[in-house]
């Protein structure tokens, strides 16, 4: 793609306003050197990219359309965001929610808007870490959005729900980005001793020291590069391949260097959430303070115990949901140090509450009917009726009123005609059990 998108016309300064990122140099970090080129270069993430998806439609010219990235680190959110670029023909501008603020945001609106008045295309604006960005920030894209001045995508690693402003959201398409699977790590590091971009040439591994770095990234591809650069250093002093201690030595190098800053951050909310699962009030505790020792933001955790509160307690202990949801807004009025401890009463309630993850499962069974299914009609018993035309074509015929039914007329029919006995809730599981089905 060419650096001037703009041709003669375009406004001062902006000659590579909209240009793809230059590729990087030989000195740049081997996460950044092994960056895929192509969508088939493209490890993971396989369900975002069938055809008619929202990705598989950008890739295709076919269609651009605002979206969410939403996944944790090293997954391939960038590299999506600069793959759909490649392929859209229209410019291209990265932010950090880090580095910018409202005035480069309003500069960069300035020129897409020009740029479409002068050529009739958007431009594709990529925001890295979109939730660090607040309101005021969020909201300067919208107007822009809506008069297709720009293609909006976003990265995060945090829930869009609670991050990102609904009225933006409700212009974007929010799609979820999976850890990589141990063997997808492996192809990567393997692809980096081979690359000419890579460790070509340079160093070998042994098998079993790759299989080691796929496992410790934890699905974070970026991590797992720049261990083995580190590891490839090790090994090039040494004059030998790769082996096991040379992974070693790299992970605890890095962790030791990171691990303030939140590298653990999923390993140890994983922590924290399966020991509440196991109802291990004291691990809880310990995972709870070892992240908030670590600088994770109290918010965060609060988000997952609300999470965690439905998807694992449910109907077992429904007063758990309100207990979590009350911490969460605690913590938001008082802050550090004194809302920690309403935080950690929630954990304790939650470790020790009783568990059943049966409006969980039966959810996401009932969102797979959906899905499957499609847009089954409503029996005729239970559809509205404000018309005598549709009186007559039978809509809520024979409706009993379930407070005037001494069975509470539970009996009715209220599925489609298609999915009549069917039953996602199990009954046996938790307070819903004692509950009229």
């Known amino acids: 793609m060419s650096s001037d998108l703009f041709g003669d016309a375009a406004p001062s300064g902006a000659a ?37 998806s929202p990705i598989a439609l950008m890739r295709d010219g076919r269609h651009l359309s605002s979206i969410v990235l939403w996944g944790p680190p090293g997954t391939g959110k960038t590299t999506i965001a600069r793959l759909v670029a490649r392929t859209a023909g229209v410019p ?28 009739g295309k958007s431009t594709i604006l990529f925001v890295d870490e979109i939730h660090r960005f607040n309101k005021a920030q969020q909201d300067a894209f919208l107007a822009h959005v809506e008069r297709g001045d720009i293609v909006f995508i976003g990265a995060t690693t945090e829930n869009p729900s609670f991050e990102v402003n609904s009225a933006l959201l409700s212009r974007a398409r929010v799609l979820v980005l999976k850890e990589l699977e141990a063997p997808d ?25 790759l299989d080691l770095l796929a496992a410790a990234a934890d699905g974070d591809a970026r991590r797992a590069l720049t261990t083995l650069e580190i590891a490839a250093a090790n090994a ?3 004059g030998r391949g790769i082996v096991v201690d040379d ?12 691990d303030k800053a939140g590298e653990e951050h ?13 109802s291990d009030v004291d691990a809880g505790l310990y995972w709870f303070a070892r992240m908030l020792a670590a600088g994770e933001e109290p918010l ?68 797979a009917e959906v899905e499957e299914s499609g847009s089954l009609p409503p029996p005729l018993v239970i559809r509205n009726a404000p018309t005598a035309l549709m009186k007559d074509l039978g809509y809520g015929r024979g409706y009993a009123y379930a407070h005037d039914d001494p069975e509470g007329a539970r009996d009715q029919q209220h599925l489609p005609d298609e999915l009549v006995g069917r039953r996602w809730y199990p009954r046996e599981r938790g307070e819903g059990a004692k509950r009229p089905g």
Do not use: C, W
């Open 16 to 52: 590579a306003f909209g240009a793809l990122p230059e590729e990087p140099g030989p000195t740049a970090p081997l996460a950044d050197r092994l960056r895929p080129r192509t969508f088939d270069e493209l490890v993971g993430q396989p369900h975002l990219l069938h055809a008619g």
């Open 92 to 119: 291209f501008v990265q932010l950090s929610a880090v580095l910018s603020g409202v005035k480069e945001v309003k500069e960069v609106m300035a020129l897409a808007a020009q740029h479409r008045r002068r050529t």
């Open 185 to 209: 790590v492996r192809v990567l590091l393997e692809r980096a001793l081979t690359s000419e971009h890579g460790l070509a040439g340079r160093v070998a591994a042994e098998s079993e020291a």
């Open 236 to 238: 090039e002093a040494t």
């Open 247 to 258: 992974v070693r030595e790299a992970l605890a190098r890095r962790h030791l260097r990171y």
């Open 266 to 278: 999923f390993n140890l909310i994983s922590a924290l959430h399966k020991s509440l699962r196991d």
């Open 300 to 367: 965060y955790i609060a988000r997952r115990l609300v999470r965690f509160a439905s998807e694992d307690v449910g109907e077992a202990d429904p007063q758990s949901l309100l207990i979590a949801t009350a911490a969460f807004q605690a913590y938001h009025q008082l802050g550090s140090p004194e809302g920690d401890l309403s935080i950690a009463q929630a954990v304790v309630h939650l470790a020790l509450a009783p568990k059943s993850n049966a409006t969980y499962t039966a959810f996401k069974a009932v969102m």
